[in-house]
């Protein structure tokens, strides 16, 4: 069964894993064991992963890892747009799994550096922290999402194309990765517009990409 052989490898390299085959009991482990990942498969009995996903970004920010098939591409950026930090496409190799495991905790556990805190606006990211603040206020942010606005308020203004989004990004399949882009700055707007209907902060350039723009409000 690959999911022993996956458990097998993230034990070799000196973590701590937990399998379960229900959404149920998933949910019931992440709220005892508060992980520091959670690689979900969409496909399970009782709770679907999306219904998984859905209690894991209500109860915190564990990072999650989600499995899904070409086929769900709509499960997948609806599992994006739930705060999924990544996701990977089936059939994958489990040595790609844990490639892409290391990733996300690496985005997810940085260390310390003496990275510049930038701005544009009202906007406030601060890499050393790995924190987003808005008028002040934190900003809970995906490693996706943290990413997107990393790259932007360093060079505010600037408008970026889905593509050089992605690369900043790192780590998602090349299927549906212009539409991932999308669902990023969707959650975002939710986050940092007054009216995300509206927005002035991060705004289209229709036919380009986005722009982070210094306007206050």
């Given amino acids: 069964m690959q999911a022993e052989l996956i458990r097998r490898l993230l034990l070799q390299e000196g973590h701590t894993p937990v399998v379960v085959h229900d959404g149920r009991a998933a949910i019931d482990e992440a709220r005892r064991r508060r992980p520091d990942l959670v690689v979900l498969d969409l496909m399970l009995p009782n709770v679907d992963g999306l219904g998984v996903c859905r209690v894991l970004r209500q109860d915190g920010d564990t990072p999650v890892l989600m499995l899904t098939a070409r086929s769900t591409e709509d499960d997948l950026l609806i599992g994006l747009e739930l705060g999924a930090d990544d996701y990977m496409t089936k059939p994958y190799s489990p040595r790609e799994l844990l490639a892409r495991i ?57 408008v970026f194309s ?31 517009e007054a009216d995300p209907r509206r927005p002035v902060r991060l705004v289209t350039v229709f036919g380009v990409g986005y722009k982070l723009t210094g306007r206050p409000s």
């Fill in 102 to 158: 290391r990733t996300v905790l690496r985005r997810t556990h940085r260390p310390v550096d003496d990275s510049p805190v930038l701005r544009a606006g009202a906007i406030t990211v601060d890499p050393a922290r790995y924190e987003v603040t808005c008028d002040g206020i934190p900003v809970p942010c995906t490693p996706g999402e943290f990413a997107i606005l990393h790259a932007m308020t360093a060079d505010p203004e600037r």
């Fill in 162 to 192: 889905r593509r050089q989004l992605l690369q900043h990004t790192r780590g998602h399949d090349r299927a549906s990765t212009e539409r991932a882009i999308d669902v990023h700055i969707m959650n975002l707007r939710k986050k940092i």
